[in-house]
């Protein structure tokens, strides 16, 4: 039987693993193990050649095991799998979201570079931006949604290290808000400024539609990044990241992977493996959980707006429903709100909650709320919270597998309490 026109979902069982090598186990065991024996020194030096890259791999050769800091059948069965879904030529799995950021920038960047990113991005991404490529001499400028192309190759040509730019790096939609940034917009804009010495990457976060809702690769970005902790993972008890591309780009990800020693463990390929294989079942009950939560959020008298992709479809403007149609399959499960009040009464609604936990992450099993502006963005600057709606009385939810009648119940005694 031909596979390659099943679905991701119906391969997430068996794709990439063999029984037979593993004594039948009908699961990918996990295999613990730091080093792996080769049959002859010859075999070990043919491997070495091409993990160092000394060599290209020859046609129909594979590439055998080394030691588990360069590969491991755990994480290269789980990279193989979700290449699937974003249709990539290969994956790097790290140990966490952050991780995989942090490589990808360091590895496309150096000093006198110009780092051009949207905002508002995830905390930590801020924070990486700001604090750790500012010491190392890398430049940085930030665009918001609804910027148009010229507006943003303006913004990049008034730094005046329009030469240098490498990257850009988008999170879409955005943390915590749900803007909607335009990946092709941000291809041409790429586009604009590449040269023959001088090719731009886009980077996309997609942790918040996760591979299921949306795929970047397939709208002109280069590489597509996640916290894999998140839908991936599932279930709020692993923390992973990982990035996706071409072949070219990804051999640069892992070399420096290599060597920074951040790639993910067996045990972490193993349980992200498990939950890969009702990632689509999770996601598709979040989803429309989600659609039932803002619906009564809408109509909530406490409630004074509702950052939901579904909102913005309906009532956003023209550019941002063409969007939302072009680029995702989902309005997601992510939803942020501004009670009437303050950092009090935002306060008051999530000290009450009962069935959903105060916690941040997000994309997990269980529903969870927390305060952006104190929590997940406290290190942003205040005038740029501002700006971007990252206020004191902004709540963000990330809807979970419950039934949805009791969150929207949890959600109403809450707010009775305000």
Not at 379 to 389: F, G, L, Q, R, S
Request: overall charge negative; hydrophobic content about 40%; aromatic content about 8%.
């Amino acid at each position: 039987m031909d596979f390659s026109n099943f679905k991701p979902e119906s391969l997430m069982m068996s794709y990439g693993y063999k029984p037979s090598l593993s004594e039948g186990a009908i699961k990918c065991p996990i295999f613990q193990t730091s080093t792996f024996v080769f049959n002859t020194a010859m075999e070990g030096k043919r491997f070495f050649e091409v993990a160092y890259g000394l060599r290209e791999k020859e046609k129909g050769e594979e590439l055998g095991l080394i030691y588990s800091r360069l590969n491991n059948p755990d994480l290269e069965i789980l990279e193989n799998r979700l290449c699937l879904w974003d249709k990539a030529d290969d994956c790097a799995v790290f140990e966490s979201g952050m991780s995989a950021i942090s490589t990808v920038m360091m590895e496309f960047l150096s000093p006198g570079d110009l780092l051009v990113y949207s905002r508002p991005v995830y905390g930590g991404t801020d924070h990486f931006i700001q604090h750790f490529l500012k010491r190392m001499k890398i430049q940085s400028v930030g665009f918001r949604a609804g910027e148009t192309k010229e507006e943003i190759i303006a913004r990049i040509e008034a730094t005046g290290n329009a030469a240098n730019l490498k990257l850009i790096h988008i999170e879409t939609p955005a943390n915590p808000t749900n803007a909607v940034i335009d990946i092709q917009l941000c291809a041409d804009v790429k586009k604009h400024f590449s040269t023959e010495d001088n090719q731009v990457l886009l980077s996309v976060d997609n942790t918040y539609m996760g591979p299921v809702w949306q795929h970047p690769l397939q709208h002109g970005a280069d590489l597509v990044l996640y916290s894999a902790t998140k839908y991936i993972g599932g279930h709020s008890d692993v923390i992973a990241g990982a990035c996706l591309g071409s072949f070219e780009l990804m051999a640069r990800v892992k070399g420096l992977r290599t060597f920074l020693g951040n790639m993910a463990g067996p045990w972490t390929g193993w349980l992200l493996m498990r939950s890969l294989e009702t990632l689509k079942v999770r996601m598709d009950q979040q989803a429309e959980n989600a659609m039932h939560v803002a619906a009564y959020l809408n109509n909530h008298p406490k409630v004074e707006s509702v950052y939901y992709l579904g909102n913005t479809h309906e009532n956003g403007t023209a550019a941002e429903r063409e969007v939302i149609e072009r680029q995702f399959s989902s309005f997601g499960a992510m939803i942020a709100f501004d009670v009437k009040g303050g950092e009090k009464e935002a306060f008051q609604f999530l000290d009450n909650l009962k069935l959903i936990k105060l916690a941040v992450s997000l994309g997990g099993t269980e529903s969870l709320a927390e305060h952006p502006q104190t929590m997940t963005h406290a290190d942003v600057d205040p005038e740029d919270k501002k700006v971007m709606n990252i206020t004191e009385k902004l709540v963000r939810l990330s809807i979970g597998v419950e039934n949805y009648n009791d969150i929207i119940s949890d959600i109403d005694q809450s707010l009775a309490t305000i």
